[in-house]
């Protein structure tokens, strides 16, 4: 269980990091953001096959495991530069800010 605390604790310190910038309208180097978006597949990927998550926590935690694996293998192969829009990265920092809120409530 501390190792889920832990990846937990680094998702909430990724997640708030990631709001601040976008709405400073910035984003994470291309290779840090890389190692994130496999972190991320691979937290939620852990946080639902140990069930760590019950009742509704737990299928929003579905919804971000597929969101992450589908947007995070888009997201490395380059994709997401593509669809840049003027407060796209408003949008995300909201969307970030949801995030963090979720990985506060599983603690």
Known sequence: MEFILLMILIMILVHLTGTVISFMKMTFPKRLGNLIAVYEAVFYMVLIALHAVTGVLYYLGV???????????????????KIQIANGLTYYGIYELLETIYLVLIL
């Open 63 to 81: 919804l971000y495991l597929v969101i992450h694996v589908l947007g995070g293998a888009y997201y490395v192969r380059g994709g997401l530069s």
